[in-house]
């Protein structure tokens, strides 16, 4: 979502609004269309011959903005909500332990999870289409789907890797460790998809990184880190990890102007299913020791 402050002088007073459009693509596109719509009525109503960018991306294509209201107290909920919501994954995952151990199949919690986002998704999709059939854009190309397989199987590892660190540090660790995802994604941000980074965010990425070894040395006892050694190795492999799914998730979503909705059904449909196969493959490996997961996977909780 690209918004922009637009100003209207044509009512001979100064009103500002912002306007919000899909994707950076569409805000360049309709922008020009306007700025081209206002000279032809400058130039006497004459017809202005439409320019390689309206002719390649197509005007009836693209999505009519939407008129919001982006105001500070919002965006502090969101960022409130989204803290709330990281803070308590690690607490909530070392709180459900019993005797050190989980009792329940912790394979079957990305699975849920990702059937949860699947449902909600699916539901506000409907409730989008009900809303603007036309504008609810929903591309069906097999080589479009197909792209998001790729980081519904990196989502897949990266949350069954987040379990297995946590068998090595606890949660204050796993919470610093988690930080360093900020750190792989500025990176691959800069490299992967050519984003310039300031030199202010490159220094907080260096106090970030600093800040999270410096917190790890263990000065009071013989050992000099506060975990073991697999632990910091499972938990820099869960930020890779989650950096590049994060910034392929992103490249997806804006390589179209496909509903956001929708898009997300696509990537959580193929990582519903990949779960299931992850938990498939465990019962053949074990020779069917307790039945299919359906059975018993959901024990414990």
Not at 10 to 32: D, F, K, M, N
Not at 37 to 52: D, K, L, N, T
Not at 204 to 212: E, I, P
Request: a positive charge; one cysteine or more.
């Amino acid at each position: 979502m690209v918004c922009i402050r637009s100003v209207d002088l044509g009512s001979g007073s100064l009103s500002t609004a912002h306007v919000c459009y899909p994707t950076l693509r569409t805000a360049i596109v309709l922008q020009e269309v306007k700025q081209r719509q206002a000279a032809s009525h400058r130039g006497g109503g004459s017809r202005v011959a439409p320019s390689p960018i309206e002719r390649n991306f197509g005007s009836a294509s693209v999505s009519p903005p939407i008129m919001v209201a982006i105001t500070g107290t919002r965006k502090l909920w969101v960022a409130l909500t989204l803290t709330c919501f990281t803070c308590s994954q690690g607490l909530l995952m070392e709180g459900s332990k019993v005797g050190g151990k989980y009792p329940y199949n912790s394979a079957t919690v990305p699975l849920l999870a990702e059937c949860t986002k699947l449902v909600l998704s699916l539901i506000l999709l409907r409730g989008a289409y009900r809303k603007d059939p036309k504008g609810t854009l929903m591309t069906t190309d097999w080589r479009s789907v197909m792209m998001y397989p790729i980081p519904s199987i990196i989502y897949l590892f990266h949350n069954n890797v987040q379990f297995y660190t946590m068998a090595y540090v606890d949660a204050a660790t796993y919470q610093i460790l988690g930080n360093l995802k900020i750190v792989t994604t500025g990176i691959l941000f800069r490299f992967a998809l050519k984003k310039t980074l300031t030199r202010t965010q490159w220094v907080a990425l260096l106090l970030l990184t600093t800040g999270a070894t410096v917190s790890q040395i263990n000065g009071c006892k013989g050992e000099m880190l506060a975990a073991p050694m697999m632990g910091y190795a499972l938990g820099l492999l869960s930020a890779a990890l989650s950096a590049t799914a994060g910034v392929y998730t992103e490249f997806l979503l804006k390589k179209n102007n496909d509903n956001l909705y929708w898009q997300n059904v696509q990537l959580y449909g193929f990582g519903a299913v990949f779960n299931a196969m992850r938990l498939t493959y465990d019962d053949v490996s074990s020779g069917f020791e307790h039945g299919l997961w359906v059975k018993h996977g959901f024990y414990g909780y």
